[in-house]
């Protein structure tokens, strides 16, 4: 059995046309009606059902489909794995990250791997379905918030930080020390729009708190939120550690009684072989969030 009929199996697999799956693979559909027809021969079954101009998958082609997966990722992971006998610290390394995160926490770190590893090219894509991502292959790791569980999922925690309400330093708010639950229903807030980690993170604390929030504003950029505070259009409820990034604005953080907290994971794909480059990034993302 070659490989690359389990790769044109599986593109047939995808598709369920062979007219759309040859041409997805760049060759003709005779071609690969004829290599389907060699794989079939060596299984010793049919693996599809040609119901007129319908391409269909028996019984038999669903689970070689199963195993076909398997056995692909398997010799990407090894192939992955013999790069690295070969060059420790290079390749692409794709990261995930929440926006504001990307924002504001990761510049730092971004500036030093690249220092040290100058041969490591990172993508980072800014995301707020991020276990989606790693789970689709798009992405080798992810920082995200602390998720249930997923079989396929790795989620390494690694920091915690609660919320608070940023107002302007001219808002009448300002000298408070303290910001009582029940005030928040009264303050004019600008929040992420529904769907965004961080607002949902929000509404399931205010249900547990027996209240309701209602933004003014629903802005999907952080850099938006900011600015709006910052203007004394309103005020926000963002993660504390973020208000260092604003020292020099004319914003503040004043804590929230009983705040909402959020947990930070670094989340990866538990069958995937990670490469050297992505162990060390895991290394050095924890250790820089844990000198927080």
């Not at 049919?46 to 269909?56: H, Q």
């Not at 670094?266 to 992505?278: E, F, G, Q, V």
Request: aromatic share 8%; glycine share 4%.
């Amino acid at each position: 059995m070659e490989l690359r009929h389990l790769h044109y199996f599986l593109t047939l697999c995808e598709e369920l046309h062979f007219s759309e799956a040859a041409f997805k693979i760049g060759i003709s559909q005779p071609t690969l009606s004829q290599q389907i027809r060699v794989l079939e021969g060596e299984v010793g079954v049919p693996l599809f059902d040609r119901l007129g101009k319908k391409t269909v998958q028996t019984e038999a082609g669903l689970i070689l489909q199963r195993y076909a997966i398997k056995a692909i990722k398997e010799l990407e992971n090894a192939q992955t794995a013999i790069d690295d006998l070969k060059d420790a610290y290079s390749g692409t390394l794709r990261v995930a990250v929440l926006p504001s995160d990307l924002d504001y926490h990761l510049t730092e770190l971004l500036v030093a791997f690249h220092r040290d590893f100058p041969s490591v090219h990172i993508e980072v894509i800014p995301s707020i379905d991020i276990p989606n991502k790693v789970l689709l292959n798009e992405v080798d790791i992810g920082l995200a918030l602390v998720e249930p569980a997923h079989s396929q999922l790795t989620a390494r925690p690694i920091f915690k930080e609660s919320y608070c309400l940023f107002v302007s330093k001219k808002s009448h708010l300002a000298t408070r020390k303290k910001i009582e639950i029940s005030e928040l229903v009264d303050i004019p807030l600008i929040l992420y729009p529904k769907g965004f980690y961080g607002r949902d993170l929000i509404d399931r604390w205010c249900l547990t708190q027996g209240i309701r929030v209602e933004p003014i504003m629903a802005p999907g950029s952080s850099t938006a939120i900011f600015q709006l505070i910052e203007a004394g259009v309103g005020a926000s409820i963002q993660p504390h550690k973020l208000i260092e990034a604003f020292e020099d604005k004319d914003m503040i953080a004043i804590p929230i009684e009983d705040a909402p907290q959020r947990s930070l994971a670094i989340i990866y794909r538990n069958d995937r072989y990670l490469s050297k480059a992505a162990q060390r990034f895991i290394t050095e993302l924890t250790d820089y969030f844990q000198k927080q």
